[in-house]
């Protein structure tokens, strides 16, 4: 399990770097994968694709030959599997942070709340995120030039989804501000409150 970073270069297209997941974030990253459900490429196109088009931040991470995208996202984390041979699958994990995202905390979630406990949520997105943006962090996390195979499988994996973002340019350009709102109340729809990912389940 590795995480795929693309880095700008001046004149040049994105350089690709890839990165080791730490064992117990990428537990827990098997553990969301557990809880998907089957996603439709018009589903995507409808709902979590507009998520690309805001500020949320998110990181990629390799596995065997599927990409699976980590979106910090209300109810805390979204996670979409893009494979080969186009299909797609999703899931919502609640944050463990009783308010986070500004919803109001129940009395169970901040008993089983230990500010001090690992965050695996945070980890598996901003680790990569901000390894992106500064080479001694990249070097601090062991990130290294991509190999030839992973640029491969990457780019396999994203194939059938880098179709949809065309496919939205063309049925949404002129009126994209619009097409994002949509996405964005949609994806508030399919994530609810989110599954929850105890340390102890």
């Not at 893009?82 to 901040?110: C, H, L, Q, Y």
């Not at 195979?149 to 780019?155: D, L, M, V, W, Y």
């Amino acid at each position: 399990m590795r995480y795929i970073i693309l880095v700008e270069q001046k004149k040049k297209a994105p350089a690709m770097f890839t990165a080791p997941v730490a064992e117990d974030d990428a537990d827990y990253l098997r553990r969301a994968i557990d809880t998907m459900l089957p996603l439709s490429a018009e589903d995507y196109m409808q709902g979590p694709a507009a998520i690309l088009h805001m500020l949320a931040r998110y990181s990629y991470v390799l596995v065997d030959k599927d990409v699976y995208w980590c979106v910090e996202w209300t109810p805390g984390m979204i996670v979409i599997r893009f494979s080969p041979n186009g299909e797609m699958a999703w899931t919502a994990i609640r944050s463990p942070v009783p308010d986070f995202g500004g919803r109001t905390a129940m009395k169970e979630e901040k008993e089983a709340y230990d500010p001090d406990a690992p965050n695996h949520q945070v980890n598996l997105v901003f680790e990569p995120w901000t390894a992106q943006f500064d080479e001694e962090d990249r070097q601090a996390k062991c990130f290294q030039p991509a190999d030839a195979q992973t640029e491969e499988a990457f780019e396999a994996a994203l194939a059938s989804v880098n179709e949809i973002g065309d496919q939205i340019e063309s049925k949404y350009g002129n009126d994209l501000e619009a097409w994002v709102y949509r996405g964005e109340e949609q994806v508030v729809k399919m994530v609810g409150e989110g599954v929850r990912l105890d340390d102890g389940e």
